[in-house]
């Protein structure tokens, strides 16, 4: 298994308070990608990275921020957690490098805004 | 935008069968990758099957096979000799090179009755 962790594992916040979830890889992949699980939607990206400090924003980033300051952590943080962020939120990481696209995930992080 | 469609939000197979998940993808593009990942009530996401679109054969992984109609768009995956372990949430996922990130369909719930 590709080593991927995800800490907290498991969070309740409180509406206005800001969060910040952790993805740490010991895999030294270049990309780095931060997803939401919701019934019915699949799996939708927030942000994504394709460096140190590299990083763009994907399908459903608003409200959402990320810093990636060093090849194995990925941050997301929520400025202002609010009840449409309660979801499972899924790191994963990619090499890409000799055709190599596959994406490995973390265990996912359970978030409840309440 | 790249689209990825599974139009069978859940299936159900009995043991021992055979069933087949249907995905089918929207692009311009003629040279990228398909996916087929499984998650199980552990949340884990696990890779399932990958095909590269310039290849013609379909890949195969054990019981996993697919059916990858490129003309049509069509990436279908078959089960064969269904397991109690094979129920999960299933998904598809399209991916071009470069640095774009895994667009995925929204899961195909499979059960299998014993």
């Known amino acids: 298994d590709a080593g991927i962790t995800q800490s907290p594992r498991h969070k309740v916040t409180e509406t206005g308070t800001p969060v910040t979830l952790r993805c740490h890889q010991t895999e030294n992949h270049r990309y780095m990608y931060w997803y939401r699980q919701d019934p019915g939607h699949g799996l939708r990206l927030i942000h994504y990275s394709y460096g140190v400090k590299d990083t763009d924003k994907g399908e459903v980033s608003d409200g959402y921020s990320v810093s990636r300051s060093k090849t194995e952590d990925f941050l997301l943080t929520l400025e202002s957690a609010t009840s449409s962020q309660t979801s499972v939120y899924f790191c994963?990481?990619?090499?890409?490098?000799?055709?190599?696209?596959?994406?490995?995930f973390g265990p996912g992080t359970r978030l409840t805004v309440t | 935008a790249q689209t990825v469609t599974q139009s069978q939000p859940e299936m159900s197979v009995q043991e021992a069968e055979t069933v087949t998940l249907s995905c089918t993808y929207d692009t311009s593009e003629s040279d990228y990758y398909l996916f087929w990942y499984k998650q199980p009530p552990s949340r884990q996401m696990i890779l399932v099957i990958r095909?590269?679109?310039?290849?013609?054969q379909n890949a195969t992984e054990n019981r996993f096979s697919v059916n990858f109609q490129k003309a049509a768009k069509s990436f279908s995956l078959k089960i064969s000799d269904s397991q109690l372990g094979d129920a999960a949430m299933y998904f598809c996922?399209?991916?071009?090179?470069?640095?774009?990130?895994?667009?995925f369909g929204k899961g195909t719930r499979l059960s299998v009755i014993a």
């Open positions: 994963a990481i990619s090499d890409r490098t000799s055709g190599n696209y596959e994406q490995y």
């Open positions: 095909q590269e679109a310039y290849k013609q």
């Open positions: 996922a399209y991916l071009v090179g470069g640095n774009t990130p895994l667009v």
